[in-house]
């Protein structure tokens, strides 16, 4: 079980990650990758991925066991700098004795009963070759598994960021917290999830970041130690659209259409698709739409479904309710477009 425990000064220093951190998504992915749970979500993802992979992914293979402890330093604070190149910058910049703490444990860990490699065992002594060979193997892990639908895991994640902020304008913390059941349950003071370890977690004034992770799997995750002196991290999954590895827009391209200066968004879509399309960039649901468009719910959802299907919108459903949020390929098309409101 995993208890996170608020003091009053933790609730008001609640927050939720801006964006996808790219370590957290490397190293849940690469887990998800070698284990077969959660097929609805990750099997056609894994059946394109895992002939992509070789022997240049077998340090991440030492380092990641498909259970139990990992190294923390591979998923450092990134201090809100989530690009790529800033977060394996940050790991490669880990104190020596970081490196050999974690690596400690991880060896001492029961999900991990094989010595681990020599490559493994030389980024303990933090040699450049080590850290370079740590380095490229993220970066090239990424560029294979993770580049080409970075686009679809960064919308799915704005999705879910829409659900958390109504939850917040709904119902404040307690709002946000609550809406995370049941993977979380909030239970004033604490936040417990089912967790393979008992570990409690007492914030102590220093608030908490809520990581929303595409490839986080049934439960959160947290550091095994974290820092005194950092805001601690919870990771959680979010929601999936199934067949999400298939669709149009997943690896970026969207829905394939070019608009140039003078083009109208309502010609290429039609003036109620166009309009939806412009009204979910800061998400709405099926009735919130039907609403502002003078539409009934059911056509709503019919025109909602080709967008969804052409990559342009992400649909999530909350309780009673869906909400819809557009994707990159939809604010790709809109800035492409000049703003015609519904009617004009």
């Known amino acids: 079980m995993l208890r996170v425990h608020f003091t009053a000064d933790d609730i008001a220093r609640v927050r939720v990650a801006a964006a996808p951190d790219p370590l957290w998504e490397i190293v849940n992915s ?6 077969e749970e959660n097929a609805l979500a990750f099997g056609d993802w894994r059946r394109i991925v895992r002939p992509r992979l070789g022997p240049a992914d077998g340090l991440l293979a030492a380092l990641l066991p498909p259970r139990g402890y990992f190294p923390d330093f591979l998923t450092p604070d990134l201090g809100g700098s989530l690009g790529l190149e800033n977060a394996v910058d940050t790991v490669l910049g880990t104190p020596r004795a970081d490196l050999r703490g974690d690596l400690a444990r991880l060896v001492a860990s029961p999900a991990r009963p094989r010595p681990l490699p020599a490559e493994a065992r030389a980024l303990a002594e933090g040699t450049l070759e080590a850290l370079q060979q740590l380095g490229a ?19 799915q994640v704005d999705a879910d960021r829409a659900v958390r902020a109504r939850a917040v304008l709904g119902g404040g913390t307690d709002g946000l917290l609550a809406s995370l059941r049941p993977v979380l349950r909030w239970q004033p003071p604490v936040l417990e999830a089912d967790y393979p370890v008992d570990h409690e977690l007492r914030l102590g004034g220093r608030g908490l970041l809520l990581q929303p992770s595409f490839f986080c799997s049934r439960r ?23 067949g999400w590895a ?58 909602t479904a080709v967008l969804r299907q052409a990559g342009l919108l992400l649909s ?3 309780s009673k309710h869906v909400l819809h949020t557009i994707t990159p390929a939809g604010l790709a098309l809109l800035d492409g477009a000049p703003h015609t409101p519904f009617g004009a």
């Open 316 to 318: 999530v459903r909350r």
């Open 220 to 242: 959160p995750v947290t550091l095994a130690v974290p820092l005194p002196d950092r805001t601690p991290v919870l990771v959680y999954p979010i929601q999936h659209t199934l």
């Open 137 to 155: 193997a993220l970066h090239g892990y990424h560029r294979r598994a993770l580049a080409a639908f970075w686009p679809h895991i960064r919308a």
């Open 246 to 303: 298939l669709i149009p827009g997943a690896t970026g391209r969207g829905s394939g259409q070019s608009l140039g200066p003078g083009a109208g968004l309502g010609a290429l879509l039609g003036r109620t698709r166009a309009a939806i399309l412009q009204d979910v960039v800061t998400g709405r649901t099926t009735g919130e739409l039907a609403e502002r468009i003078g539409i009934s719910g059911a056509a709503v959802s019919q025109h």
């Open 30 to 35: 690469f887990q998800a990758l070698i284990r």
